[in-house]
């Protein structure tokens, strides 16, 4: 699942068209498209506001570390021409010195600069980008999810030469929209690792039918995930090792089985 | 190679740092205070990173020299090992730094200067005793070799200090620097060796075997001390057959004459790292493997498997090798598993 993180209505109505989400029932300022496993939740402005909506989206997911976030929105700086899409390096929060690191695993072809995440807009541009909700974003997110997965990027809206006064609400829809082919591919980068986590994370379908079949207490289901991975890396082909487990009556007896099997499975690798 | 440099404040100038940096012009470069908020951080992914690692430059400010664990000694009285690098550029699955470290990310010590210090007076302080000092625990010690001129800085200490001696433990074909000077008798490169079958399936991206030999038939032509590490033995269906013939093709090859040393030892990781580990790589066949606990919290090869493996190693391995140059890991030898530690396998 990717979760994306807007402040305002105009940054998301791009997406919101693009990604076909739709609002979620019950919950506010919050869209999702089921089919794609995305959701897009609008903060409002200022770091509170994102930390708050990242809280709220986590919640309502019931997001995991296999979950990527997204902080997608407009950001000033001196000299990058308004409409350039940019991946962040680091970001500070201006009023307390935190420091976070994005860390990314995937390349695109856009430019990398260092934010500042300032309390109010400001019209002394600099060499970082600035907005006011990343560090927010960054702090809501700390040790809630796999840090690879968690994203920021930023469409320049305003610079030295054309200032904040000029960004209107139109403006910051055109400049989404001239980006989707970027955006579509970090979210599709972040959608793919998302899906490796997931993977790597899932006990598989067998797990799931044979905790349903018999009584596995805490450490033999424990026991159960780990023979059903060693399993599958030693079968690949095999698709359901629960047919041939039916007979057996109890837990202990699936795990013995199992057990059993590994150790008559000579070992390949590669 | 690399796209995304971090570099610590205190190391912005230093002239290793800037050459380095010098040769990735078109990566980002971000300043940070200490390389431990980006390397150590947690709910990072290391096999996510491992798909597109960036560099740390960094300085080591303290432990530059540390003891190293007495099984991997190959004749030192005494025995050190150092890191100038953290991580690897190949990616073994069985490698424990895989299991020890949070992040991917290669850490680059920029000063150089500070452990070659430390290393002189760990010699002096040696006295007559023979000193010997380890490199390869945490890092390849020659695959990034052309980034870090790391032997055209560290050798010369060896070259002044005769009495002690230096291993490069490798993978590697990076041996351009070594040709490039005169062989020193107190310097072993030490390469690493899975059978050809086993490489192909769990070393990723390190040079194939036959590579690997080349590049030792070369050093040794030139007349560098050579060592052969068969550490960690890896097992699998055919492994008898596979290590007979890898011993029979390295030592096609190896001259008696330029053999320093033998060593090998059994997989075994300490149990947390191995638990890392399979979170990160349950699709592996390797962590499918018969492995067991041992008493002393590590991971291992089932007794059985570990003891038949290792003495079949060394028994066809002593066809080759005289017994004064073969130093297995002992406590694995004698498959008593209570005198069996240390961190790991080293890197390489």
């Known amino acids: 699942m990717l979760h994306i993180i807007c402040a305002l209505k105009p940054e998301a109505r791009p997406l919101l068209d693009h990604f076909e989400l739709r609002a979620r029932p019950g919950a506010a300022r919050m869209y999702y498209n089921p089919a794609t496993g995305i959701s897009l939740t609008l903060s409002g402005i200022g770091q509170a506001a994102a930390a708050a909506a990242v809280t709220r989206t986590y919640t309502q997911f019931n997001a995991d570390k296999t979950h990527a976030w997204l902080n997608l929105g407009i950001a000033g700086h001196t000299d990058l021409p308004v409409g350039q899409a940019v991946m962040i390096n680091k970001v500070t929060d201006a009023r307390s010195g935190q420091t976070w690191f994005p860390s990314r695993v995937f390349s695109v072809p856009l430019p990398c600069r260092d934010l500042i995440t300032l309390e109010q807009p400001d019209a002394n541009y600099r060499q970082e980008l600035y907005d006011m909700e990343c560090a927010g974003f960054f702090r809501a997110m700390s040790g809630q999810a796999t840090l690879e997965l968690v994203q920021p990027m930023k469409i320049i809206s305003d610079n030295a030469g054309q200032s904040l006064a000029t960004v209107t609400p139109a403006l910051v829809r055109r400049l989404i929209t001239q980006n989707l082919p970027v955006i579509k591919e970090v979210t599709g980068q972040l959608l793919s690792l998302s899906a490796l986590l997931q993977q790597l994370e899932d006990p598989g379908p067998d797990y799931q039918a044979l905790t349903r079949r018999h009584h596995f207490s805490v450490s033999q289901r424990h026991q159960l995930g780990a023979l059903l991975r060693k399993w599958q890396a030693l079968h690949p082909d095999d698709t359901s090792p629960t047919t041939r487990l039916r007979h057996h009556q109890t837990a202990a007896e699936v795990l013995r089985h199992l057990q059993a099997g590994l150790e008559q499975t000579p070992i390949r690798l590669g | ?348």
């Open chain 2, 1 to 348: 190679m690399i796209d995304q440099i971090y570099i610590e404040k205190a190391v912005l100038e230093h002239p290793r740092a800037r050459a380095v940096m010098g040769r990735f012009p078109h990566a980002t470069v971000t300043v940070c205070d200490r390389y431990g908020e980006i390397f150590n951080r947690k709910a990072q992914n290391f096999r996510l990173q491992k798909r597109k690692p960036a560099l740390i430059l960094a300085g080591k400010f303290a432990n530059h020299v540390l003891p190293s664990p007495p099984e991997y000694a190959i004749g030192g009285a005494v025995n050190y090992y150092f890191s100038h690098m953290l991580n690897c550029i190949y990616d073994c699955r069985y490698c424990f730094l895989q299991g020890m470290y949070r992040s991917a990310h290669y850490v680059l010590f920029v000063n150089y200067e500070d452990f070659c210090q430390a290393i002189i007076e760990k010699i002096q302080a040696a006295g007559a005793a023979s000193a010997h000092f380890f490199s390869g625990y945490d890092c390849d010690s020659l695959a990034l070799d052309p980034v870090t001129d790391f032997v055209r800085e560290f050798l010369p200490v060896f070259r002044r200090h005769p009495q002690a001696l230096l291993e490069l433990r490798t993978r590697s074909t990076q041996i351009r620097a070594l040709l490039a000077q005169e062989p020193m008798p107190n310097c072993v490169v030490a390469f690493s060796f899975t059978p050809a079958e086993i490489a192909a399936a769990i070393e990723h991206k390190a040079p194939p075997v036959p590579k690997r030999l080349q590049a030792l038939q070369r050093l040794q032509e030139h007349g560098w001390p050579i060592g052969l590490r068969f550490d960690p033995l890896i097992y699998q269906d055919g492994a008898r057959q596979q290590y007979e013939r890898l011993f029979g093709q390295v030592f096609d090859v190896v001259e008696p004459a330029r053999l320093h040393s033998v060593s090998l030892g059994s997989f075994r990781l300490p149990k947390s790292f191995y638990r890392n580990l399979t979170r990160l790589y349950p699709d592996e066949v390797l962590f499918a493997s018969p492995l067991e606990e041992t008493a002393d919290g590590m991971v291992a090869y089932r007794d059985s498997i570990r003891r038949e493996l290792l003495s079949f190693c060394r028994d066809t391995l002593l066809n080759y090798v005289a017994e004064e140059k073969f130093f297995p890991c002992e406590a694995v030898i004698t498959s008593n598993a209570d005198t069996d530690h240390g961190v790991g396998v080293p890197t390489n």
